[in-house]
């Protein structure tokens, strides 16, 4: 497993930017598929975005609904993982975690359960 620390979470104003970032330390980070979860107050923890490890492709994958607004990007060279999140709205508000897993198919990486290790979250609030 991986440890993750998130950062760059704040209080901004609709319509602004923010990039969230990731550090992992451990093992084989390269090897890992790297993700993106948020959990609003009173709703359960969804899936926002996720990079791939080498054995993936690197591919990208993101929810539908903030396809072309936030952007997941990796740097194996740093063992980091970034989200860019632009034209910010109220309902992005929500505490954001980066997940991590060595082991995770495809079919499950929309999913909670397929990440072993998790970061403890940074809190995005925009307001409107």
């Known amino acids: 497993q991986v440890q993750l620390v998130e950062s760059g979470g704040g209080l901004v104003q609709a319509g602004d930017s923010l990039r969230l970032s990731c550090v992992a330390s451990?093992?084989?980070?390269?090897?890992?598929?790297m993700a993106w979860f948020r959990q609003a107050p009173g709703k359960e923890r969804e899936f926002v975005a996720a990079?791939?490890?080498?054995?993936?492709?690197?591919?990208?994958y993101y929810d539908d609904s903030l396809k072309g607004r936030f952007v997941v990007s990796r740097d194996n060279t740093k063992n980091t993982v970034n989200l860019q999140m632009n034209n910010l709205e109220a309902g992005d508000t929500a505490v954001y975690y980066c997940a991590a897993s060595q082991t995770i198919i495809l079919s499950n990486l929309r999913n909670v359960r397929g990440y072993a290790s998790w970061g403890r979250g940074t809190q995005v609030t925009v307001s409107a």
């Open positions: 451990g093992r084989a980070f390269s090897d890992h598929t």
């Open positions: 990079a791939r490890g080498r054995s993936g492709g690197n591919r990208l």
